[in-house]
């Protein structure tokens, strides 16, 4: 049992190049998350998705794409991206109400990218 | 507006003082959950505790107690005789109404345990 991982671990991109992240979480947890963690900012939420095929923008989604094809996995795009970007990001997922006893999100280990 | 203050950036402490983290935080909703999470200096987030806004009890588990306070609208988190490896950053969060579908995270606290 993996919980939640994330891929990949670092990565470093140029101003305007595109990336994803990949999100994957074997828990058969509904809902699925990504964060940025700025210094000094905490976590914010970038996008959201309730369930498979669905999606929803959070409090910082501009400049971000997300899919959620399949259940366990939820996937970060950049379509060209900027220094501001810079960050670590958290993917996590949770039980949705009903579905299981408790529903803390659970977090995957954060992925550094740097934009330059 | 903040929803989450966590007043405090930074505390050291020497091993086995007792330290208390404070968290306040704002909602309108009747309905809404508190959390406590734990980042190492490895990186990762780690859930300690959940408590729905019904639930007033404090809790305790091991060395570490929450207070829930609604009348002053506070969660904080009591470490008991701290050690080294509670070294980390400790985040609030809160979530309004059912589902946790956003948790809105304070700034966070960064604890220093020294030897």
């Known amino acids: 049992n993996a919980g939640v991982t994330q891929t990949p671990k670092f990565r470093v991109l140029k101003t305007g190049q595109s990336m994803t992240l990949l999100c994957a979480q074997d828990?058969?947890?509904?809902?699925m998350y990504w964060y940025r963690q700025d210094p000094g900012m905490g976590l914010r939420l970038i996008h959201y998705?309730?369930?498979?095929?669905?999606?929803a923008k959070g409090e910082v989604p501009d400049g971000y794409n997300v899919s959620r094809l399949k259940k366990q996995n939820f996937l970060l795009g950049l379509e060209s991206a900027a220094p501001s970007q810079t960050s670590v990001y958290f993917c996590?997922?949770?039980?949705?109400?009903?579905?299981?006893?408790?529903?803390?999100?659970?977090f995957g280990p954060g992925t550094r990218l740097t934009v330059t | 507006a903040q929803k989450v203050t966590q007043a405090q950036t930074e505390i050291s402490v020497v091993e086995k003082e007792d330290v208390t983290l404070d968290c306040v935080y704002e909602?309108?909703?009747?309905?809404?959950?508190l959390f406590w999470y734990k980042q190492p200096p490895s990186g990762e987030l780690v859930f300690l505790i959940r408590?729905?806004?019904?639930?007033?009890q404090n809790e305790i588990s091991g060395r570490y107690s929450w207070n829930f306070q609604k009348s002053t609208s506070s969660f904080n988190f009591t470490i008991t005789a701290s050690q080294v490896v509670d070294s980390a950053v400790y985040f609030c969060?809160?979530?309004?109404?059912?589902?946790?579908?956003?948790?809105?995270f304070g700034t966070g606290t960064r604890l220093t345990v020294i030897p």
């Open positions: 408590r729905n806004s019904f639930d007033e």
């Open positions: 909602t309108r909703d009747t309905t809404y959950y």
């Open positions: 828990m058969n947890h509904e809902y």
């Open positions: 998705s309730v369930g498979e095929g669905t999606t």
């Open positions: 969060a809160l979530s309004e109404g059912e589902g946790a579908n956003n948790l809105f």
């Open positions: 996590a997922s949770s039980y949705s109400p009903g579905q299981g006893p408790t529903y803390e999100q659970y």
